[in-house]
């Protein structure tokens, strides 16, 4: 079975941190690497899409790396703001239809 | 503006009575999924479906029914055979089969038992 894990579990930080968010998984035959976002009590909106062919994607403050040898995806998030305290997914897709996995989540909380 | 949404928001459930939660998408997607997220969990994959009048179960979908009509629709019916329904449900799309496509998520209904 396809494993995705996060670590940690959560993180707290003083804003203007610049701060790694890590996702580690057992099948290196990966298809895409996605992030997403998740404020409580709501959906997954998300941040960065890695295909399998790439080793990054950023988008302003984010960016996100893929090392399909190692089995392991970091996003990076500079400057960190009250507003990014949310809770972070990692979904791995795998081969086949149905290998969307996702890791728990790092719930990331930024002080002022 | 394009999107998926999902109603209600929240459900509440006398014990033994089957409920159905709404997902819409307007993004012209082939496929579209429902997951279950629990506290402290990841998502679990219910069903999926990548094309019109098709679909799969995923990991957990004991209890659970759906239907592909349409391209747009893809409706959740949780039954009363569910043991444990009480969680907040997510319904995602995304452009193709879930191999290389991005996943787009709906805000959630969050399913009470009581």
């Known amino acids: 079975k396809q494993e995705v894990t996060q670590i940690p579990a959560a993180l707290s930080v003083p804003e203007g941190e610049n701060l790694v968010l890590n996702c580690s998984f057992t099948?290196?035959?990966?298809?895409?690497l996605q992030w997403f976002r998740q404020d409580p009590g709501k959906g997954l909106t998300s941040l960065l899409l890695?295909?399998?062919?790439?080793r990054e994607q950023t988008s302003g403050r984010l960016n996100a790396s893929l090392d399909k040898s190692s089995g392991r995806s970091t996003l990076y998030i500079a400057a960190s703001q009250p507003g990014d305290s949310a809770t972070y997914l990692c979904a791995r897709v795998g081969t086949g239809r149905r290998a969307l996995t996702f890791g728990s989540g790092t719930r990331l909380q930024v002080q002022p | 503006d394009g999107g998926i949404t999902q109603s209600p928001k929240y459900l509440f459930r006398k014990e033994g009575q089957n409920v159905t939660l709404s997902c819409e998408q307007n993004?012209?997607?082939?496929?579209m999924y429902w997951y279950r997220q629990d506290p402290g969990q990841g998502l679990r994959l219910i069903y999926y479906?990548?094309?019109?009048?098709?679909?799969q179960k995923g990991d957990i979908a004991e209890g659970y029914s759906v239907s592909r009509e349409k391209k747009e629709s893809f409706p959740l019916t949780v039954t009363s055979a569910q043991k444990n329904p009480t969680a907040f449900y997510l319904c995602?799309?995304?452009?193709?089969?879930?191999?290389?496509?991005?996943?787009?998520f709906g805000e959630g209904s969050r399913l009470t038992v009581l």
């Open positions: 890695i295909q399998s062919s790439q």
């Open positions: 479906s990548q094309i019109v009048n098709d679909f």
């Open positions: 099948d290196s035959a990966i298809y895409n």
């Open positions: 993004l012209n997607h082939d496929a």
């Open positions: 995602a799309s995304s452009t193709r089969g879930g191999d290389t496509g991005e996943l787009f």
